[in-house]
């Protein structure tokens, strides 16, 4: 059964990434841009290859895929010699793998969850956690903070469009929260009386002991680990998730950001005339703050009618997710749509200070081949899906 | 319900909070706080260049310059782009610490702005830097006018100096940046307004860097504009000829008046300093010694430091007598036998006079006569009067710090040494000593008054056509009296020293008691007597009596300051005939 293709996700990610070549051309010049247009050409022939490809065979692939792509990091972890060690080199080409390893994790927990019809305990929980987790360790220790912390939203959303309890996924991943507010001891206590009070009235002994157990633990340790280190240690641990920090400080970064997106006022000052980007007050122009340009030059008007593309895209991928019948293209798609969805929101909340820094790409529009190239090729398959979504 | 749907509906709310958050923050930056961050932005790339005036000349009476311009190369850097590199570089070539070069940038408090951290640096220092500009990150080069004093020591306390400008001084002034030079004392202080100028301000486009990249097109540069040359009274020749007749003595002040409208024509201090090794900046050590010298040569004796004017106002308890009592012009008190006994102390004279009356204990310069006087007239009287010639007063010159002295009248006395003070306390303010003490200027300005029949005008350094006069309401007779004595001190007193053939001349010599060493040397007088051209006031400090050191040097000063006059008339006299003819 032949269906027509969903032409809105070709056009909004069509929109998205002439902007950004619009964008790069305006950040970094003409050679940059070209290049991404060689990127962008390949990156959508080889997506409208995958909308002719069946969704079924991707699942007979997926383990593989992953296999490839987990072994693809380990090699570079151990053999990659330029540091940090995220890049491979083919002849003039530099490939990000790490873009890619999200793509085969995405397609791999959608492979494995599919498999389960029903996901109810925290066992259920144990494989699909090992699936993210050990790509998203060996891209942690690439070291690359940004990319690695992608897999966490990716494994809630996709296991809570599989069917686990949204409050078994939360009680799972409540030790995270508990890390984080051991830093801020009032933080701390007032967190663990909210959750015990949750944990009380869901009257379900293990999650109670499982909650408490775990929190309190993380709670503990996390500063004890913390206040053990020195305060060199302590501040190279953040150097070293954030290797980008230039001789000025990271706030200095935001600062220059904040400034270039709150000077754009309304209409911005004209594709081009962003001054802070044409004087290099803005870092990382052409990749992790091309939104801060795109603020400037185009101001709130711009900004608003960027959001609005992403929330279409994302709203059209989600309507997909619900109407696809087929159970592993459903998940499969909720995983695309969670990773894309939480990347521009990461990478645009750092430009505007609202989140700390971590190099997050934004979708479509930052200057960067593999991201690019896997962005088009989850499209790809969403709309390979969207062909046979009545089909199961 | 499906729980799809239930799980699409949580997601799709999820994902349009997140929108709403982000577009909320973005309203939030571009709208709200939008005028903060354009101006934050602009702030960033248009640097404002403040190009300093050239400040306006000090030029003497004839005028000779006494105080100009010359170009001076500087250095600033930019704090947020100087590397380590350079600052090593840069402290190795300008002979300063990178400690000092740091606490000087931190001066400026947006790090992207340049600071001058050095001033005047030489050719070769200039060229190091010139040669490695590109490696140097965040160091620029410039010229800039700076102050010359040609004449170096010999009109500091007058003319003053100028310093780089202090954060407490920049305060609140929107005139001035940091690298500014500000006058700081003498007429560069007092005159700073007008000798200023304004800056000239020139917009540029900086990249992050700091590196210029261009000019700004919307904003209009203004050039600077210099300076008003202000015109003192001051003969720079005769200044000249003093310090050459004061070369012989380490410490001495001198103040020469035109009596009739008190134009300071000469004014100098002995130590001095040159002027012009402020424009480098002294370091703190330099300072410290200059500070602390015991020899001050950063005070201006003349209108700072307090003497007693010693027998030079006994012209004043005179005049203060005769004003009060005409007829104590023919009294005769008990003859001076060299000492005058009050009780259990004796008072000296220098001298064993015998019976003198008004005007020969004047001439001689008797203690004894004064002593009976002073005690005769009474303390208020003495008071009351002198204060009206300025003593305990100010004078009101167009110059900083001016100290006021001490005129110690009753109430003082009362305060200082209770209901007990004696007898022996008028002696000593009869005689100039003790608890009196005046500057040399307002010794100089209160002998006018017999030029402007009891008149004072205010000094001053500015030139100027009006001037203020203060009345001191003395009898004419009691001033004609006390001018007469003048005159005999000079013909057959105490200054014969100071004759001139042809050129009568008066005044007074003193010799100021000074318990931390020898006395001082004191002379106030001025000449020609019937057309009064120059008022002279010297003191020349633990030199000795008045009449020996003091008399002479005015002698020279008096003639050499005539003799140019002579020369200046002979000179003008024939082009402003021809004028005549012209006209």
Redesign the interface.
């Given at each position: 059964m032949f269906r027509k293709i969903d032409p809105s996700i070709v056009w909004t990610t069509g929109l998205l990434s002439l902007l950004g070549i619009m964008m790069i051309f305006s950040t970094a010049g003409y050679s940059i841009m070209t290049r991404q247009i060689i990127w962008l050409i390949f990156s959508f022939v080889v997506a409208l290859l995958f909308s002719r490809i069946s969704p079924r065979i991707w699942l007979n692939i997926s383990p593989a895929i992953y296999t490839v792509a987990v072994l693809l990091t380990l090699a570079i972890l151990f053999k990659g010699d330029v540091y940090p060690r995220r890049w491979i080199r083919i002849g003039d080409v530099s490939i990000q793998p790490s873009e890619f390893t999200k793509f085969a994790t995405v397609l791999m927990l959608a492979y494995y969850l599919a498999g389960k019809k029903r996901l109810s305990n925290f066992s259920d929980m144990v494989v699909p956690t090992l699936i993210a987790g050990v790509p998203a360790l060996l891209v942690f220790l690439e070291p690359d903070l940004g990319a690695a912390q992608i897999f966490l939203p990716i494994l809630i959303?996709m296991s809570?469009?599989a069917?686990m309890p949204?409050w078994k996924i939360l009680i799972l991943f409540s030790p995270i929260i508990s890390a984080i507010a051991s830093f801020s001891i009032y933080a701390w206590v007032a967190y663990m009386v909210i959750l015990m009070i949750f944990l009380y009235f869901r009257r379900q002994l293990t999650d109670l002991v499982y909650g408490f157990v775990s929190n309190t633990l993380m709670g503990l340790i996390m500063p004890l680990v913390w206040n053990s280190l020195k305060i060199y240690q302590q501040k190279r641990i953040l150097s070293f998730f954030s290797p980008w920090i230039d001789p000025?400080g990271m706030s200095w970064q935001i600062i220059?950001s904040?400034?270039?997106?709150?000077?754009?006022?309304?209409f911005g000052k004209g594709f081009l005339s962003g001054?802070?980007k044409k004087?290099?007050?803005l870092p990382e122009r052409h990749t992790d703050f091309i939104f801060s340009c795109l603020?400037e030059e185009f101001?709130?008007f711009g900004?608003?009618i960027v959001?609005t593309l992403?929330?279409y895209l994302?709203?059209r991928l989600?309507?997909l997710?619900?109407e696809t019948r087929n159970r592993f293209s459903?998940i499969l798609v909720?995983g695309f749509m969670t990773w894309i969805?939480y990347q521009t929101?990461i990478n645009?909340?750092v430009t505007?200070?609202?989140l700390p820094v971590t190099g997050v790409p934004l979708p479509f529009i930052s200057y960067g081949g593999s991201a690019l190239l896997s962005c088009f090729m989850a499209i790809g398959i969403c709309l390979s899906i969207s062909r046979v979504k009545m089909s199961y | 319900m499906d729980?799809?749907?239930v799980?699409?509906k949580?997601?799709?709310n999820i994902?349009?909070v997140?929108?709403v958050?982000?577009?909320g923050?973005?309203?939030r930056?571009?709208?709200v706080?939008?005028k903060?961050?354009?101006r934050?932005?602009?702030e960033?790339?248009i640097r404002r260049i403040f190009n300093p005036a050239p400040r306006g000349r000090i030029l003497d009476r004839n005028g000779v310059e006494v105080a100009n311009t010359r170009p001076g190369f500087y250095v600033s850097v930019v704090r947020?782009a100087i590397d380590d590199e350079t600052l090593s570089a840069l402290s190795r070539i300008l002979g300063m610490s990178i400690q000092d070069i740091v606490e000087k940038s931190k001066i400026e408090k947006n790090i992207y702005n340049p600071v001058k951290i050095a001033h005047d640096i030489s050719y070769e220092q200039l060229s190091l830097i010139e040669e490695r500009i590109d490696l140097f990150n965040g160091v620029e080069v410039g010229v800039e006018p700076l102050r010359h004093y040609p004449y170096n020591d010999l009109l500091f306390h007058l003319v003053g100096y100028v310093g780089e400008i202090t954060c407490e001084e920049i305060e609140g002034d929107p005139g001035y940046v940091l690298g500014d030079y500000i006058g700081k004392m003498g007429v560069e202080r007092y005159y700073e307004k007008i000798l200023k100028g304004t800056h000239g301000i020139e917009y540029v486009?900086?990249?992050?860097?700091g590196k210029e990249?261009g000019k700004i097109a919307e904003k209009r540069s203004v050039p600077p504009t210099p300076g008003v040359d202000v015109n003192i009274t001051i003969d720079i020749a005769l200044t000249e000829s003093i310090s050459v007749y004061l070369e012989d003595f380490e410490k001495a002040a001198c103040v020469c008046l035109n009596p009739k409208n008190g134009a300071v024509l000469a004014l100098y201090s002995k130590p001095s300093f040159d002027p012009n090794l402020f424009i480098h900046g002294l370091n703190s050590e330099e300072w410290n010694t200059l500070l602390t010298d015991p020899s001050a040569p950063m005070y201006n004796r003349v209108t700072m430091s307090c003497y007693p004017p010693g027998s030079t106002f006994k012209t004043f308890i005179a005049l203060a007598a005769l004003d009060s009592r005409m007829t104590v012009k023919e009294k005769r008190f008990e003859p001076c036998l060299g000492l005058y006994r009050l009780g259990r102390r004796d008072f000296k004279c220098w001298k064993r006079h015998g019976s003198l009356d008004l005007i020969n204990a004047i001439v001689h310069s008797c203690d004894v006569y004064f002593y009976q006087l002073g005690r005769a007239i009474g303390i208020d009287t003495i008071a009351e009067r002198t204060s009206r010639f300025g003593f305990g007063k100010r004078t009101g010159i167009d110059l900083h710090n001016e100290k006021a002295g001490n005129l110690p009248g009753r109430s003082w006395l009362e305060k200082r040494y209770g209901m007990n003070w004696t007898q022996g306390h008028i002696f000593n303010l009869s005689i100039g000593q003790g608890d009196l003490l005046v500057t040399p200027l307002q010794l100089a300005c209160a002998y006018s008054l017999f030029v402007n029949d009891g008149k004072i005008p205010m000094p001053h350094v500015i030139s100027r056509n009006d001037t203020t006069y203060f009345t001191t309401n003395i009898s004419t007779e009691a001033i004609e009296t006390v001018k007469n004595a003048l005159i005999g001190v000079v013909e057959r007193g105490t200054a014969t020293a100071v004759r001139i053939p042809g050129i009568p001349a008066c005044g007074k010599t003193g010799t100021s008691q000074n318990p931390h060493g020898d006395d001082h040397a004191l002379f106030a007088g001025y000449a020609p007597v019937d057309d009064p051209q120059i008022l002279v006031c010297v003191l020349v400090e633990n030199a000795g009596h008045g009449g020996s050191i003091a008399a002479p040097i005015t002698r020279r000063i008096i003639e050499a300051y005539l003799n140019s006059l002579d020369h200046a008339d002979s000179l003008t006299s024939a082009p402003s005939t021809s004028n005549v003819q012209e006209d």
């Open positions: 959303v809570y469009w069917g949204g000025r220059q904040k400034i270039a997106i709150g000077s754009g006022g309304i001054t802070q004087l290099e007050f603020g101001g709130l900004i608003i959001l992403y929330v994302m709203y989600l309507t997710a619900k459903s909720s969805a929101f645009i909340g505007m200070g609202l | 729980e799809k749907v799980n699409f949580i997601i799709r994902i349009l997140l929108a958050v982000l577009v923050w973005s309203i930056l571009q709208i706080e939008g903060k961050y354009s934050l932005s602009e960033n790339r947020a486009e900086v990249d992050a860097k990249v």
